[in-house]
């Protein structure tokens, strides 16, 4: 059983776009990652070219765009250089990391960072032209309900963009049964806090259910693959990391799912899988691109 608390029981009412009362439900307080440097190392490598390249045609100088989750604000910088001379705000949970991202936006114009959630957002309806969130969904008890919150900032005619990866889709060679191990373990921590590690493939769905237009929604998939000598040591090193020291396996332990000695096996899984010289990972991520 999950902790107490581990969780925040919130019910959010507010005036939808038709007039009508919305409620959204229990929201885990959990984020899986957490902030170890060996998540945040994985974060600043994000780019709009390799995270939000289903974007980039539709951006146009002078919007004004909201980025979700924006962790340490890497990727949130780089899609503000698209819209500049627009407005760009981040919002994450943690007020601690958004020191990080104001520290990567130090001088550049029109870009700020706010303390948010995004299943209650502090702006007004019809506030962004462009709402994005990478990688946040799978992290949320309630992914419908962020998708609407995102959906009643933004101005008709803007958009809502959101990209997760797919745990279950992801694959590599040589066969490890390490790494199904892993595998298998985050799905059980992912489970335990009230998160989907399998978003990509749902994202779809989830945005049909939280009212978004079909006629007027773009799906679509892009991967990560890491191949090269250096990619497979950046990879399964930062993984080697997490698995012992972040708050994945913190919560591991404290949900019963594993113990130092099964957390240690795990890592060196990974080392063992990044020095194989023809090791191979590639990541599936399932976006939507919804016209409002």
């Known amino acids: 059983m999950v902790p107490a608390d581990h969780w925040l029981r919130r019910i959010v009412l507010c005036l939808d776009t038709t007039g009508g009362v919305r409620v959204t439900g229990a929201v885990s307080t959990t984020y899986t990652h957490g902030h170890h440097e060996s998540v945040l190392r994985s974060h600043r490598w994000r780019t709009a070219e390799n995270s939000a390249a289903y974007l980039l045609p539709e951006l146009r100088p002078g919007m004004r765009l909201l980025d979700v989750g924006c962790g340490p604000g890497t990727l949130t910088v780089d ?22 991202a104001r520290a990567e936006a130090a001088g550049l114009d029109g870009v700020t960072f706010e303390v948010a959630d995004v299943m209650s957002l502090p702006y007004e309806d019809a506030s962004f ?11 949320l ?4 309900g962020a998708l609407r ?22 694959t590599w060679h040589p066969a490890s049964r390490g790494l199904d191990d892993w ?3 985050y799905h059980e921590v992912t489970e335990a806090n009230g998160a989907e590690a399998d978003a990509g493939r749902r994202v779809l769905a989830w945005a049909l259910e939280a009212g978004l237009d079909a006629t007027r929604l773009t ?8 191949a090269t000598s250096d990619d497979r040591a950046w990879w399964s090193g930062l993984w080697a990391e997490r698995v012992t020291s972040s708050d994945f396996a913190r919560q591991a ?23 194989a010289p023809g090791g191979w990972f590639a990541i599936l991520h399932g976006h939507v691109l919804a016209r409002v």
């Open 79 to 100: 899609l503000a250089r698209r819209v500049t001379p627009g407005e760009v705000i981040g919002v994450d949970r943690s007020a601690a990391v958004l020191d990080l």
């Open 183 to 185: 595998l298998e373990l």
């Open 141 to 144: 008890a309630d992914p419908v």
């Open 129 to 139: 032209d462009v709402v994005h969130a990478h990688q946040v969904l799978q992290h």
């Open 149 to 170: 919150e995102m959906r009643r900032v933004t101005r008709p005619g803007g958009l809502v963009a959101v990209q997760d990866a797919d745990y279950a889709a992801m």
């Open 219 to 226: 799906p679509g998939a892009s991967s990560w693959c890491y």
């Open 253 to 275: 332990v404290e949900h019963g799912l594993a113990d130092d000695v099964a957390l240690e096996a795990l890592a060196e899984a990974w080392r063992s899988w990044g020095s």
